[in-house]
């Protein structure tokens, strides 16, 4: 009976902490505009955003003739799914990524390189 007692307890406590614990957490995220980011698509997403943005001259003409517009640029890295086979992650000095998301009802892919200051998104196409 004692083993149960103590079990009792310890779990009261863990139950209470981890209730503790979630509204701290999200407290401070609202707050400070963190994101907790531990999978490596979302950690890829992340580095790309905090980036400057340059676009090639394939990417300008899209923009121009409005088959594309910032604002899919931004959801491809928002809510895009990267293709970690088809990506060249070990190229020097800038990574090649390719993100697949959903644009305008049709299946898109993004081509972009990584650079240690800078991001050029190379091609879209849908």
């Keep these: 009976m004692a083993f149960l007692k103590r079990l009792g307890f310890y779990l009261f406590g863990l139950s209470i902490g981890l209730v503790f614990l979630v509204f701290f957490l ?3 995220s609202e707050k400070t505009g963190a994101e907790f980011c531990y999978f490596p698509n ?17 990417i300008q003409q899209q923009l121009g003739n409005q088959l594309l517009d910032s ?6 890295l928002q809510e895009g799914d990267i293709d970690f086979d088809a990506s060249d992650t070990k190229s020097k000095p800038c990574k090649t990524y390719v993100i697949e998301t959903e644009l305008k009802g049709k299946d898109a892919v993004m081509r972009i390189k990584n650079c240690a200051q800078k991001v050029e998104v190379e091609e879209v196409s849908f």
């Design 26 to 28: 999200k407290k401070k």
């Design 71 to 76: 604002t899919d640029i931004a959801s491809f």
């Design 42 to 58: 979302c950690r890829v997403l992340k580095d790309l955003r905090s980036k400057p943005m340059f676009y090639s001259e394939e």
